[in-house]
């Protein structure tokens, strides 16, 4: 008698996929040895297939839904071929026009933080990334309780970091595909071996061949601060630490970018009602707008933690605060519950409040898409305006029209530092015009 994966049938797509994927001579090696090795399991006969997906970054919710199995039995299946699934990235699919368009999407958010513990315990036990690297992260997850974004954060830009590091010092071939640069051989003396000069190539190489902006930098710097701070004094395996002396680029602040009240309104109004799924895209503007939202923070909006006009979200830092929900934000949400109630949803995501059209939780590029389509439609400029420049539109608009003192402002968005929020205090062109008429030698 068969078992479950000796029968699976797989969309076109999917044949595609496993039809159109190159593999290298070092792929091939690998998967006859683990052929070889779990030619015993019940799952021996699609180990090449597994593979195959887990190359073009499939997820294992994918995969557990191709095989009609639990994520959980995915997870342990990858743990035991020695496969990392910590790659959140949407591959780039011949024929599927949506995936043309996305490009290799990082998904930074997980629907949760049980999912994201127990997706990286399995990826962290494998050998894809340093070991050192590997007990950083599970530092900063369990010990130091940061949040799911700054742990994945990190994870990429040290990764990055020492891909880097093996093409500068010349340990894998000129030619070579960055994203292709095999890091897991990084051992302590390797990391011994990094000094000062490296750490400013490195911010060089990001700047000028990335260009990465001095905000990014300043991100990076502060992911390799960490890990040396944390091989220095944690595990003390280094005699001093390269980076104590590394300083952060000078990040230039600049005035929000924001719509005006003029321009909020016809967004809200370029929403076609004859769109069929209006009533959300009109709710998540709706938030975006009135309640100065992260995009991280609208994605994970659980229909359990709305409560009358109160909505409670996790915010930056895993801190958990109280939004209040305005009439229109009543008004949106009710709208759209009649439409969501009727969406079958996949089971682990039945309590999130934004379901994509795959019927489960929105993600975060699909929600930068669903605004950018608006953005453009409303005749404003799509290049100009993101998820996050309406949530400046929203603190504006709250400052510069509803009078919300400072105070009030921070606790609205989030903000812990309060010199945050104040970049708003300078957005009223209109109260420095009057300020500047009122000087008494103005005759």
């Known amino acids: 008698m068969k078992n479950r994966y000796e029968i699976i049938t797989y969309t076109d797509n999917d044949k595609k996929i496993l039809d159109n994927t190159v593999l290298t001579e070092e792929d091939k090696l690998i998967i006859n040895n683990l052929k070889l090795e779990f030619k015993a399991k019940p799952y021996s006969s699609v180990i090449e297939d597994l593979y195959k997906f887990h190359k073009n970054n499939y997820s294992t919710s994918d995969i557990a839904y191709i095989f009609k199995v639990s994520i959980r039995q995915i997870q342990n299946i990858f743990k035991e071929l020695g496969i990392n699934r910590n790659r959140y990235e949407a591959q780039k699919i011949a024929g599927n026009k949506k995936a043309q368009k996305r490009k290799k999407v990082k998904i930074l958010k997980i629907a949760s933080t049980d999912d994201y513990i127990n997706e990286n315990y399995t990826s962290f036990q494998n050998n894809n990334i340093p070991e050192r690297l590997r007990e950083f992260l599970n530092y900063l997850l369990v010990i130091r309780g940061k949040s799911l974004n700054t742990v994945e954060g990190y994870k990429i830009d040290l990764i990055m970091f020492f891909r880097f590091l093996k093409l ?23 990391i011994r071996s990094i000094k000062l000069p490296d750490l400013y190539a490195f911010l060089s190489f990001v700047e000028n061949r990335r260009n990465n902006t001095s905000y990014t930098r300043a991100r990076k710097v502060a992911a ?8 220095y004094s944690k595990t003390r395996i280094l005699y001093e630490n390269p980076a104590s002396d590394l300083e952060s680029p000078k990040i230039s602040k600049k005035n929000p970018i924001y719509l005006t009240l003029k ?22 503007i709706t938030l975006f707008l009135n309640c100065g939202l992260r995009l991280s923070e609208l994605c994970s909006i659980d229909i359990s933690k709305i409560k009358g006009d109160i909505l409670t979200i996790v915010g930056k830092g895993n801190k958990e605060r109280t939004v209040y929900l305005n009439k ?24 999130a409040l934004f379901i994509s059209e795959r019927k489960r939780r929105i993600n975060k590029r699909t ?13 404003l400029d799509k290049s100009k305006y993101t998820p996050h420049k309406l949530r400046h539109t929203a603190a504006t608009l709250m400052y510069k029209h509803g009078n919300v003192d400072i105070r009030s402002l921070q606790k609205i968005l989030g903000h812990e530092n309060i010199s945050t929020t104040q970049i708003y205090t300078h957005v009223d062109d209109e109260k420095l015009r009057e300020a500047v008429n009122l000087n008494p030698l103005n005759e």
């Open 168 to 190: 500068y010092k010349e340990l894998c071939g000129k030619n070579i595909n960055f994203s292709d640069i095999i890091i897991n051989d990084v051992d302590d003396n390797f």
């Open 224 to 231: 390799i601060k960490s890990f040396f701070k944390y091989l």
């Open 263 to 284: 321009e909020s309104k016809n967004l809200l109004s370029s929403i076609d009602e004859t769109y069929k799924h209006n009533k959300r895209d009109f709710c998540i």
């Open 328 to 351: 229109a934000c009543l008004t949106a949400i009710s709208d759209y519950m009649n439409e969501r109630n009727c969406i079958e949803v996949l089971p682990r995501d039945k309590d």
């Open 367 to 379: 929600v930068e898409l669903i605004v950018k389509k608006y953005i453009e439609i409303a005749g």
